[in-house]
């Protein structure tokens, strides 16, 4: 069946520095989600994404369509503290629900 | 977008017994959701909540043990019936807007001693 692979799996990182992260699929997706979920609560929606290519920004987040339409990437820039959580990549899969990837689990050091 | 509330947050429960979760929308939605998410893990879907018609159930649920209603376009409940330690997890409620942009309760921590 249809899966999404993230990585990595998790990150350390100094609070400060840049984050980068990718979600990949054997078969081409035409939306990509990316999602953030906090300790003890649901998942937020950060970034829609509709378009080969196309480059979407929330704030220090900033999420790119693959022009393959089968990976598309997360970018975080000068993190801070309250970017510590899950990290989830989705899209429609053939029934049109959605399949999620595994998650990234990100920790920042004060 | 969507706001999305849910009742209880959080439960402990007797094995055998059955737990019903509400979950409210603060607007008309077309698709309806309920996943199971264990701690660190990602969402496994249970079943799409239809308006007017019985849940479509995912492979490896059914309907006897997880029976949901849906009876209108903001509103749906899922009950986890005869409960048992391995129902121990988190169920979220979703709620799917325009496209494919889909939004989530905050989930509802059940734990079954």
């Known amino acids: 069946g249809q899966q999404l692979n993230q990585s990595p799996q998790s990150m350390f990182i100094q609070e400060g520095e840049d984050v980068s992260m990718n979600c990949t699929s054997s078969?081409?997706?035409?939306?990509w989600l990316w999602y953030k979920q906090d300790p003890g609560e649901g998942p937020v929606l950060l970034i829609a994404?509709?378009?080969?290519?196309e480059l979407t920004s929330n704030g220090r987040l900033t999420a790119q369509f693959g022009i393959t339409r089968k990976d598309s990437f997360l970018n975080i820039s000068a993190s801070i503290p309250s970017d510590v959580g899950i990290y989830f990549c989705a899209g429609p899969g053939n029934t049109g629900k959605l399949i999620f990837g595994q998650g990234t689990t990100l920790q920042v050091k004060p | 977008s969507a706001v999305i509330s849910q009742k209880p947050s959080r439960d402990i429960c007797q094995r055998g017994t059955s737990l019903t979760i509400q979950c409210q929308v603060d607007?008309?939605?077309?698709?309806m959701f309920w996943y199971r998410q264990q701690p660190g893990q990602s969402l496994t879907l249970i079943a799409t909540a239809n308006q007017g018609s019985e849940a479509t159930y995912e492979s490896g649920f059914v309907i006897d043990k997880f029976p949901i209603s849906r009876p209108n376009l903001t509103f749906s409940t899922l009950t986890v019936s005869n409960m048992s330690p391995e129902d121990s997890s988190i169920y979220l409620c979703?709620?799917?807007?325009?496209?494919?942009?889909?939004?989530f309760g905050p989930g509802t921590r059940l734990t079954v001693t």
């Open positions: 979703s709620a799917r807007t325009a496209v494919y942009e889909q939004y």
């Open positions: 078969s081409i997706f035409n939306t």
């Open positions: 994404l509709y378009k080969a290519g």
């Open positions: 607007s008309q939605v077309t698709m």
